[in-house]
């Protein structure tokens, strides 16, 4: 006769759950990351993006400095696609955002779902969640200091290929690789370099499976590391000189550069190889051969581009080539699968399943509250039917600018306007469809990675600097030889031009002839 304990210790595992119930608590899931994390579609890049968008749909917007709007359209299907279901569905624009952005989100979940049943195929649904759950607690999470975070608040390409690459890596090791090659396939359309790296990733992935004992496994490491630099100092004496222009707009990216870095950013390069080195040591005997290839190779790649980083990425540097492919956002993806291991992982190895829940909605909580003083003064989630009510006063005034200015006025505002505290990020081109001369911050991105706008950017972007702080004699010659119509002042900067517009931040004046 068998004792209770013995009864529990042979008792059948507990059944998988259905689709229908993973369905249910994905798009539960789904609705929480977006209260939590929150959603602000014109803000930071996905204001770029969305001024790219505005422009496909509508040509004659941005008349001036048009090339800061179209250049990234050139690489992508991403602004053309949202087009296209703009004009599909009849939906204004920012419905279609954000109906998107509900997609991605819940895309990027079912991805890290479909690579759990893969690697920990033995492991309970109640452990798959967690690994779920923690990826939704920690959306908004920085990647080290590479200025990306593991998914943005807002739509942009890297919303759709994220989950994407996650889903080749997944087919990947299923060895299902038509369906692999179909995802990466479309997210090189969205976002060629993100793709890039996902490939790259396949590669190290099918290497490390093709190369069992782990010495083997180190040797083919070693290998592609050499192969690595090798490539990257070829591409290094291969560029082209750079203006000096150009070499102003590299060094204003301090996230290029490791040396620039915080050293908590350094450590961010650090702690995922000790999660994944934690992880092949307390479950060893216990991992899936496809999990612990998965392990190796994220430990493998996280070298690699920190090696290369570290010896081609200088802003002392003649040439920024290498430093402007960002190497190191192949920490994205190394990011994204630590998370959703890790999550499983303290659900099977805790005592107290419970306590482990409580710790992710703590840190959930705490995401949320970090998000709320980086947008202090926006909505948590802008809805598109409030988009004109935004308390926001920066937002308030680019929308005045957008009803009571002429369709090709030229605006000025701070070079780093969207530095400023309170501003939330939120870009003014998006919002008040009508141009602006380059600014210091965003369009500075775009002048670092196409050098053929940097002649362009640098001079505008100086104009700009402490514009509210000057008075009218020094603002009016650094502003009227680029034909500026109207500039975005705060609101007690000296001026003598009429302000239509005033609130309690800032104010939308006209540099009258």
Same mark, same amino acid.
């Given at each position: ?180 090659? @179909? ?6 359309? $969205?976002?060629?370099?993100? +793709? !890039?790296? #996902? %490939? &790259?990733? =396949? ?10 004992? @782990? ?6 490491? $070693?290998?592609?590391?050499? +192969? !690595?630099? #090798? %490539? &990257?100092? =070829? ?279």
């Amino acid at each position: 006769m068998t004792t209770p304990q013995q009864d529990k210790s042979t008792a059948a595992p507990p059944k998988p759950w259905s689709k229908r119930t993973w369905a249910a608590w994905l798009c539960t899931l789904t609705c929480c990351t977006l209260l939590i994390h929150g959603y602000h579609p014109l803000a930071e890049d996905g204001g770029l993006y969305v001024a790219g968008i505005q422009y496909t749909l509508d040509p004659a917007l941005f008349p001036h400095y048009t090339a800061f709007v179209r250049e990234h359209l050139r690489f992508s299907i991403f602004a053309p696609a949202v087009a296209a279901a703009v004009h599909v569905t009849h939906l204004p624009l920012l419905w279609v955002l954000f109906l998107l952005d509900i997609l991605s989100i819940w895309l990027t979940l079912f991805s890290a779902r479909q690579m759990l049943r893969r690697i920990l195929p033995s492991a309970s649904s109640a452990a798959h969640l967690a690994g779920v759950v923690l990826l939704a607690a920690w959306w908004t999470m920085p990647i080290a200091g590479t200025s990306l975070l593991l998914m943005d608040p807002y739509l942009t390409a890297r919303s759709f290929s994220t989950p994407l690459s996650l889903l080749a890596i997944a087919y990947t090791l299923d060895t299902s690789y038509m369906r692999a090659g @179909l995802c990466l396939a479309l997210a090189a359309l $969205l976002h060629p370099l993100m +793709a !890039a790296y #996902a %490939l &790259a990733f =396949l590669v190290v992935l099918l290497l490390s499976r093709a190369t069992r004992p @782990l010495k083997a496994r180190i040797l083919s490491w $070693l290998a592609l590391t050499v +192969a !690595a630099l #090798a %490539l &990257a100092a =070829l591409l290094q004496s291969l560029a082209a000189p750079e203006s000096s222009a150009y070499r102003a707009a590299a060094i204003t990216r301090y996230y290029w550069f490791l040396s620039q870095w915080q050293w908590y950013e350094r450590f961010g390069l650090l702690g995922p190889l000790a999660v994944f080195a934690g992880i092949l040591y307390l479950r060893r005997g216990k991992l899936s051969e496809n999990a612990i290839t998965l392990c190796h190779a994220c430990l493998a790649l996280a070298v690699i581009a920190t090696l290369t980083a570290g010896f081609f990425a200088h802003e002392s540097s003649a040439i920024h080539l290498v430093a402007r492919l960002q190497v190191l956002r192949l920490y994205l993806l190394i990011y994204a699968i630590m998370t959703i291991l890790l999550g499983t992982t303290l659900y099977q190895t805790s005592k107290r399943p419970r306590l482990i829940a409580a710790a992710i909605l703590a840190m959930a909580a705490i995401m949320f509250y970090v998000q709320r003083q980086s947008f202090s003064l926006s909505p948590q989630v802008e809805l598109p039917w409030r988009a004109d009510s935004n308390p926001n006063p920066w937002v308030q005034a680019f929308v005045w600018a957008r009803n009571n200015t002429p369709r090709d006025a030229l605006f000025a505002l701070d070079a780093k306007y969207v530095n400023t505290n309170g501003e939330d990020a939120q870009t003014f081109r998006a919002t008040a469809l009508r141009s602006a001369l380059p600014d210091y911050s965003k369009d500075g991105g775009e002048a670092s990675i196409t050098p053929a706008l940097a002649p362009t950017w640098q001079p505008a972007a100086d104009a700009q600097r402490d514009l509210s702080q000057l008075n009218d004699t020094t603002r009016d010659a650094r502003l009227r030889p680029f034909g500026i119509t109207w500039m975005v002042l705060h609101a007690n900067a000296q001026t003598a031009h009429p302000c239509p517009y005033v609130n309690r931040t800032v104010k939308v004046c006209s540099l009258t002839p």
